[in-house]
């Protein structure tokens, strides 16, 4: 398993521009180092582990419309299955996950067959570079972001799960806070998919996160990381860092923000406070998708 530098030592300086950051300018805007994005990869596997061998598969997910746990847990394995592939075999186009041998359990182990994919894709990522070039479906094309796509993927499930059982979920605020930059960095490429929903709106939605528990090497709050201006323009989907007054605002704790960005609770449920426009903040919703 890796055991790569404490999560907090390795937190971006909040000084320093998405740029100059170890993803480089084509990387996106992670504000983890690719070492902290393993750990806290390693992390939430190891807690999908354990939902996996305490979920009633039967359990409806009312997050994922139409799942029940075990068809989320075998969405989620495969995709660890599948990005581990591409991780082993470099490709320069994309891999088929139907093409992959793929089975789910039939003894209803799910705890095992997860740990087995996880395993899979640990061992994958630590024998890859970070900056390897290879297929992958959004702006960076390297092996860094198929760890940074996985480990917020299974944060997300892990939360279904966690939302289905009545239970309240727990998230590192420094992970909870790139989800959301991954979600953003990643939606021109979803924007470009068949089924994308595309703002038509020229306007946009301020999110500040309300964590007021010091992070990172200084102990310093989240501060401009916890804010994010996000921009929907020519129908397009563009944000920063930055404090500033949008036609929508939304203020909450960090990883209540995280689920309403990732659509896993609706604003006016979760503790979060929407000022402004909801048709705006529908809107940049319906567009992020996932």
């Not at 310093?220 to 929907?232: F, H, N, Q, Y």
């Not at 860092?241 to 309403?260: F, I, Q, S």
């Amino acid at each position: 398993m890796l055991r790569p530098a404490g999560i907090a030592a390795a937190w971006q300086d909040p000084h320093m521009s998405h740029t100059d950051t170890d993803h480089g300018a084509e990387g996106g805007s992670a504000d983890l180092t690719h070492d902290a994005i393993l750990e806290a990869l390693e992390r939430e596997l190891a807690r999908m582990v354990r939902l996996a061998g305490s979920t009633d598969p039967h359990m409806e997910i009312p997050t994922c419309p139409g799942w029940d746990a075990a068809e989320l847990m075998e969405h989620l394995g495969g995709v660890h299955r599948w990005a581990a592939e591409i991780l082993r075999t470099r490709p320069s186009e994309r891999i088929s996950r139907r093409g992959l041998d793929i089975r789910a359990p039939t003894d209803g182990r799910w705890d095992h067959w997860i740990r087995e994919g996880a395993d899979r894709l640990l061992e994958a990522l630590a024998e890859t570079p970070a900056d390897t070039p290879l297929w992958a479906w959004g702006p960076d094309h390297h092996a860094r972001w198929w760890a940074r796509r996985t480990l917020h993927e299974t944060v997300v499930h892990g939360a279904d799960l966690v939302l289905a059982s009545g239970g309240s979920v727990s998230v590192e605020p420094l992970v909870a806070a790139d989800c959301i930059c991954e979600l953003l960095d990643n939606t021109p490429a979803r924007l470009r998919w068949p089924d994308a929903v595309r703002p038509t709106s020229e306007a946009s939605v301020h999110l500040h996160a309300t964590d007021a528990t010091p992070v990172g090497p200084r102990q310093a709050p989240l501060g401009d990381r916890g804010e994010w201006m996000v921009e929907m323009t020519g129908g397009g989907v563009g944000w920063s860092h930055a404090h500033g007054k949008g036609d929508t605002a939304v203020r909450g704790p960090v990883v209540e923000l995280m689920l309403v960005m990732n659509r896993r609770v609706a604003a006016d449920s979760a503790g979060v406070e929407v000022f402004g426009s909801t048709t705006v903040l529908d809107e940049l919703l319906a567009a992020v998708g996932h």
